[in-house]
């Protein structure tokens, strides 16, 4: 494997090669490329969204870190169809993250939530058909982040102009990269292949129905930052039962190390250096493989930012309750949607056997 070669892996693949080492100069190796792989994009990351934040305003800053989590995911990830088909979904995509969570924001918070599950079923339906390459933690994170971070007025029309770059630059970058692979299936096969008794489109039905829920109802409750309950939710809800539990679990632990650890560091470091609190994070996510340890750094930059307009206590607060809601509800929302679709099954098999 070349240097270039193992700079393209991701961090369970880094980490393999560094327990498969046999030689002490060999482990050294790998932890070296490891450590620049993580410089190069931490590097790469902070002056994409600065230049984005620059040209388009800070308020629009988010607009880079969607842009910039499309570009790296989708420069290796595919939607499992035609590559022709597929760009024009990734064009859609754009459109719809720019638009509709913008109007949702107009809306009541019921209102709010169908345009939210109107929106959500088009992304997961066409974009996350693979539940294990994890589109959803690209897509329907995009989603929510540009949900709550919603700007109007001139900013907004800067955010249009963000987000056409960015469906520019994600388009293309996806097309060149994946324009010589062959797929037997195309959007026609997607739409076909749509089975409610199957265990991927149970998943995707939770993922479409329960994320918008659970924001609808902590808006209902006046609850600042709801995104991050939208975030949790989405990220726990799994195809298997089994995955789910293991999920919630870590996000809730991990979730409150993260937070305790946020704020010793708030506490010792001084005020001019918090901003870069959410930037240690990011590098704590770069070394992370395993979800538990993401949930811990994720916290970091959440706060750094929640901590601005809320205070540390108000921040902390909003966090741990956010997320163990989000995650809580989604579990309970699952158990009780696969249970009446099992006693659906049964009820129309009893039927069929009379």
Same mark, same amino acid.
């Given at each position: ?31 070296? =490329? +490891? ?16 230049? !984005? ?9 988010? =607009? ?44 009541? /918070? ?15 339906? !066409?974009?996350?058909?693979?539940? !294990? ?9 995009? +989603? ?46 997607? $739409? ?31 609850? /600042? ?13 799994? /195809? ?18 993260? =937070?305790?650890?946020?704020? =010793?560091? +708030? ?5 001019? $250096? ?12 770069? *070394?992370?493989?395993? +979800? ?32 163990? !809601?989000?995650?809580? *509800? ?25």
């Amino acid at each position: 494997m070349t240097f270039y070669q193992e700079l393209q892996l991701n961090q369970a693949g880094s980490k393999n090669l560094l327990k498969k080492s046999e030689t002490l100069k060999e482990k050294l190796y790998h932890m070296w =490329v +490891y450590l620049v792989k993580i410089a190069i994009t931490m590097t790469f990351c902070f002056f994409f969204v600065s230049i !984005f934040s620059i040209i388009f305003g800070n308020e629009n800053s988010i =607009v880079g870190v969607v842009v910039l989590l499309c570009l790296m995911v989708f420069r290796n990830a595919d939607l499992g169809i035609h590559t022709g088909q597929s760009t024009m979904l990734l064009a859609l995509f754009f459109v719809i993250m720019t638009v509709c969570p913008h109007l949702a924001n107009q809306f009541s /918070p019921v209102l709010g939530m169908l345009l939210n599950i109107a929106a959500l079923a088009v992304l997961i339906l !066409f974009g996350c058909h693979n539940p !294990f390459m994890f589109n959803q933690s690209t897509l329907v994170l995009g +989603y929510l982040l540009l949900y709550g971070y919603d700007v109007t007025g001139k900013s907004y029309q800067m955010r249009l102009v963000g987000m056409a770059l960015g469906a520019a630059l994600t388009c293309f970058v996806f097309y060149r990269n994946h324009k010589n692979r062959t797929y037997k299936r195309n959007l026609k096969n997607l $739409i076909q292949e749509f089975d409610i008794t199957s265990s991927r489109t149970k998943w995707q039905i939770c993922q479409i129905l329960c994320v918008p829920i659970v924001l609808c109802i902590a808006e209902l409750c006046n609850m /600042p930052r709801a995104m991050w309950a939208g975030i949790a939710a989405m990220s726990v809800i799994l /195809p298997s039962m089994d995955d789910m539990h293991y999920r919630v679990r870590k996000r809730i632990v991990g979730n409150i190390a993260g =937070v305790i650890c946020f704020t =010793v560091l +708030y506490f010792l470091l001084p005020s001019s $250096i918090y901003a870069y609190i959410g930037i240690l994070g990011g590098i704590g996510v770069g *070394f992370s493989a395993q +979800y538990g340890w993401q949930a811990v750094f994720n916290t970091f930059g959440a706060l750094a930012i929640a901590a601005e307009t809320y205070g540390l206590q108000g921040a902390v607060s909003l966090r741990v309750i956010q997320n163990v !809601f989000g995650v809580v *509800f989604a579990l309970a929302f699952c158990v009780i949607f696969y249970w009446f679709m099992s006693k659906k099954k049964e009820s129309e098999e009893t039927v069929h056997a009379e």
